[in-house]
């Protein structure tokens, strides 16, 4: 299975701050058809996770242009500039170009 | 609007079993590839399996493997997950979403395995 390491753990955060996540994958997530299945998920307490960014840099619908996702082949990043309240929770990078589809630990996002 | 709606989740003693279903709308649900996946409480997301949209293709996660069928009705637009043999492990709150981005996931259905 390929195995996703996300870093940090935690991440304290000042309103307004920007931040980034790291997540590497143990091999390449370039599938056969050329692209790359990487995904940024939040999930804020008491809810479902939803998506942020798919594909490694593509804004799902709805999503602040805050959120940026970057990388290639085994080293992926999300950045979030002007951090607002409603941005915390845990964050987690899922591949979904090897079966079995595989998540990160998380990040949780908190305030200072 | 895309909704997913889990259901048949709750209290069971170890070694027995349970099915969930997951009622989907507002989309094409015989186009897409469907997963189940669990959160343990307090923990990370685990994927536990997956179906194409025409059932031809299923995947298992290990630790459910042998265990779990995961299995759809496009004609009534849900998507079930036949849990057995059951274990305190397998308590957690189980979502379905729609493959291959996960774009849209249900409100989750409780499982609680204790005796």
């Known amino acids: 299975d390929v195995l996703m390491t996300q870093t940090p753990v935690s991440l304290p955060v000042s309103l307004g701050g920007q931040v980034s996540i790291s997540c590497r994958s143990s091999?390449?997530?370039?599938?056969?058809?050329?692209?790359?299945?990487l995904h940024w998920y939040l999930q804020k307490p008491g809810q479902s996770p939803q998506l942020l960014i798919y594909?490694?840099?593509n804004r799902f619908s709805g999503v602040p242009d805050r959120f940026s996702g970057s990388g290639s082949g085994t080293d992926f990043t999300l950045k979030i500039s002007r951090v607002e309240p409603e941005d915390l929770g845990v964050y987690y990078c899922l591949q979904s170009t090897h079966f079995p589809d595989t998540f990160g630990a998380g990040t949780k996002l908190e305030l200072k | 609007e895309v909704q997913l709606v889990e259901s048949g989740g709750g209290l069971v003693q170890p070694g027995r079993s349970l099915k969930l279903s997951c009622v989907a709308s507002?989309?094409?649900?015989?186009?897409?590839?469907m997963n189940w996946i669990r959160q343990a409480p307090g923990k990370g997301l685990e994927w536990v399996a997956y179906i194409s949209s025409g059932s031809s293709y299923i995947y298992y996660a290990e630790t459910v493997k042998g265990r779990f069928t995961i299995s759809r009705d496009n004609a009534k637009n849900t998507l079930y997950l036949q849990m057995t043999s059951l274990r305190s492990e397998d308590t957690a709150l189980y979502y379905c979403?729609?493959?291959?981005?996960?774009?849209?996931w249900g409100q989750g259905v409780m499982v609680t395995v204790s005796s």
């Open positions: 507002g989309f094409t649900f015989s186009n897409y590839g």
């Open positions: 979403a729609r493959w291959r981005y996960f774009d849209y």
């Open positions: 091999q390449s997530l370039v599938h056969s058809d050329g692209n790359t299945y």
């Open positions: 594909r490694v840099s």
